[in-house]
Every structure is written in C-alpha cells, then in structure tokens.
C-alpha cells in the first residue's frame, strides 16, 4: 500500500464536525502538517476553542475514517494531535520587501559541503561588494555559527518600528541568524516538522535583515518541511543545487533538481555547483586527483541544461577554515578563494539573466480542497 496526503485527505472529508454538516476538510480543520512515514501517518486538526467538546470524538472519528477507507494497516494510534485555532498573525504581503534576490542553497543528501558553500558563497559576495544575509535553516544540524566563529553570539532584540525584531549577527560583513543561536542541538534534533517550521518562518519575519542584495538560505538535505515552508513563506529567485562527483550524490542532486523544478515548489534552479570537483595538495596546487570520479557535476549540469556554476577543490585549508571560524573565501588570492570567487560571479550572472527573462517568484499557496 502507498500512502499519499490526498489520500489521507479524502479518507478525512468522511468525517463531520457534530452540527455542522460540512466536513473537517471543508471547515478547514485539516492542518497542512500530514506527514507519512512508511504506513504510519501523522496530522493535526484544528479546533476553534481549546475546549472544543467535540475534540476527542472528532480525533476518534478520524482514526476510524482513515481505518475504515484505506487499511486496518495504517498506523494512526495516538497520532491525530490537536492545535487550538490562533488568532492569525497579521502577514505582511511582502515578508522582505527590502530584500532584493532570495537564493536557496540545497543538495540531494547531507555532507557534499552544502553549508561549506554557502558560507563561502556569502563571503565572497560580501567581497564583491554585495549585501548578504545568510539564513541557516539547516535546521537539525545548524552548522554556520561554527563556520563563522559565532557559536556563542546570541543575537539581541530591537524595537524597530515598533515591533520586538531579533538582530541578525553580523560576521565578515555577513548578517547571520541561526537556529543554533537559540537552541541547542540536542533540543533541535528531537524537533516535530512544525515546531521547526515555525522556528525557520520567525527567523524570517520576526528578524530584522533590512537590505540585502543577497538573502542566501542554507536548507537542510534532501526534501523537508524546511523547503515547503520556505517556498510559501517567502519568493524564492533561484536555487543552487551542491552535488559531489560521486554517482549515489548526483542521484540525490537529481532529485533535489526536479523538487525545485515540480510544480509544487517551482522555483527556478540556477545551477550546480560541484564540491569536492578533485583533490589538491597544498604542496602541488597544480595537481588535481579525482578522488570522487571526474567531472559528474559537470556533466549532470550538462544533461539537466543548467549552468555549473562552480567547482571547489578538495582542501584541507576549506576544512580547516570551516573549524576555525574563518571561511576560506576571506583570501580572495588562495586557490579556493579564487574559486569561490568565481562561484559568486557566477551566480551573479545567472540571478541577473533569470532576473532579466522571467517574471519575478511568487510565494506557493498551498490548500487543500
Ligand atoms: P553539508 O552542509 O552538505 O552537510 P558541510 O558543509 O557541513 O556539509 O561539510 C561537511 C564536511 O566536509 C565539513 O567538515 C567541511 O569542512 C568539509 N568540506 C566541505 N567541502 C570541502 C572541501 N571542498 N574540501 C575539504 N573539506 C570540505
């Protein structure tokens, strides 16, 4: 059996709420939190009053529904929570109208070096003269603070219009904001779907990013919450795609691909950027090993029809500046400062012809009907 959330979905219109004669679905009670993992399957209903009479047997006729129309196999037991409705939260239509191009840093699976390219990329266009914020949402293993040395910062509040706003911090002429900076990663790692997405959509609206030329998000690997609400919560310009050359990393980096391309996400990919392209020692900088198979960033780009924006050596020094705190792209004359370098005019160049030939993102509206 394969479940899907409209499957889910249609079993749930089954079930009315007491005197209403309309559906839980069609009263909207349905959160957009459905998660399914093998046969067991998680959801939320939302009721007005936190004391909603009818709480528990409407939670009770779910379950039967979903028993009854799909399987007696579905694991269900004790994983209908309920949600007290909030008065909604004001929205402005525009979450960061001074924010001129948000760009999605991903990859198929964790380790290829995503955040390690999203550090850099950001230092090297804080060189270039741009205006960078720099998100973390990687949000089960935030690791920028490290990356940037700013593991203890705790980022203070602002009244800024006055609203209580979180002030990014500031690091290399980069304005960062983290999970890391108000949990702990123990605490994070244990995190249900929305209880994260609610923490990544405050770092964005309830933060103070002012004006950037570039508002880069490092999302977690793979597909996530993290990248649903991300795509609804703001418009996204572009995505960057970090791969490795290995086969079982360009598979992931294809799938990343079609996410961002499906009509789901649609967002626009920008390009790929190939991590860990050979190995260099420090000692022969001219001799290239390709410990990881040559060149299959390079051709996945080709056969997807997008740009490879960068390739990035294998270095200690990369590793090395990821531990210290101090990015590599910082020495723009080093061999992977002149890559990354090169990353970022790249990047420039291909945000400036999206830019130029297609309309500008929309936020994803997601509904059920
Ligand atoms: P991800 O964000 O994809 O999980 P990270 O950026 O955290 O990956 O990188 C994983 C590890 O690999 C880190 O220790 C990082 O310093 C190291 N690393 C990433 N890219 C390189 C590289 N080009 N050369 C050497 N080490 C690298």
């Not at 418009?235 to 970090?242: E, P, R």
């Not at 004359?333 to 945000?351: C, D, H, P, R, Y």
């Amino acid at each position: 059996m394969n479940l899907y959330p409209n499957l889910i979905i249609e079993a749930l219109k089954k079930v009315r709420y007491p005197g209403a004669g309309k559906n839980i679905v069609e009263l909207g009670m349905l959160a957009d939190d459905i998660r399914i993992d093998g046969k067991q399957v998680r959801f939320s209903i939302v009721f007005e009053k936190p004391n909603d009479p009818f709480r528990k047997s409407v939670i009770k006729a779910a379950e039967t529904a979903i028993l009854t129309y799909i399987g007696p196999e579905v694991e269900i037991k004790g994983n209908i929570t309920a949600q007290s409705k909030q008065a909604p939260r004001p929205e402005p239509k525009n979450l960061l109208p001074q924010v001129k191009n948000i760009i999605a840093i991903a990859s198929g699976k964790g380790g290829v070096g995503k955040s390690t390219v999203a550090a850099n990329l950001a230092v090297a266009l804080v060189q270039a003269g741009y205006k960078v914020g720099l998100l973390d949402a990687d949000i089960y293993g935030p690791s920028l603070p490290k990356m940037f040395g700013v593991e203890d910062a705790r980022p203070h509040m602002e009244t800024i219009g006055g609203r209580e706003l979180i002030v990014p911090v500031e690091k290399y002429g980069v304005h960062l904001l983290s999970i890391g900076f108000f949990v702990n990663r123990d605490d994070a790692l244990v995190w249900r779907g929305t209880m994260a997405s609610n923490a990544f959509k405050q770092l964005i609206a309830d933060a103070h990013w002012g004006e950037q030329d570039y508002f880069l998000v490092d999302l977690p690997p793979g597909t996530s919450d993290i990248h649903l609400t991300l795509v609804q919560t703001l418009a996204v310009t572009g995505a960057i795609i970090v791969t490795t050359p290995q086969e079982v990393a360009l598979a992931d980096a294809r799938k990343a691909i079609s996410m961002f391309m499906g009509e789901k996400v649609n967002v626009p990919v920008l390009g790929l950027v190939e991590n860990m392209a050979w190995f260099t020692p420090a000692e022969w900088p001219e001799n290239r090993y390709y410990i990881f198979g040559k060149e299959g960033g390079k051709h996945l780009a080709e056969e997807l029809q997008t740009p490879l924006l960068g390739e990035i050596p294998i270095v200690r020094s990369i590793c090395e500046g990821g531990d210290d705190g101090a990015p590599v792209a910082l020495d723009e004359s080093s061999i992977t400062g002149l890559a990354f370098k090169q990353l970022s005019s790249n990047m420039v160049e291909q945000v400036n012809y999206r830019n130029a030939h297609r309309a500008a993102s929309q936020r994803v509206i997601i509904k059920h009907q």
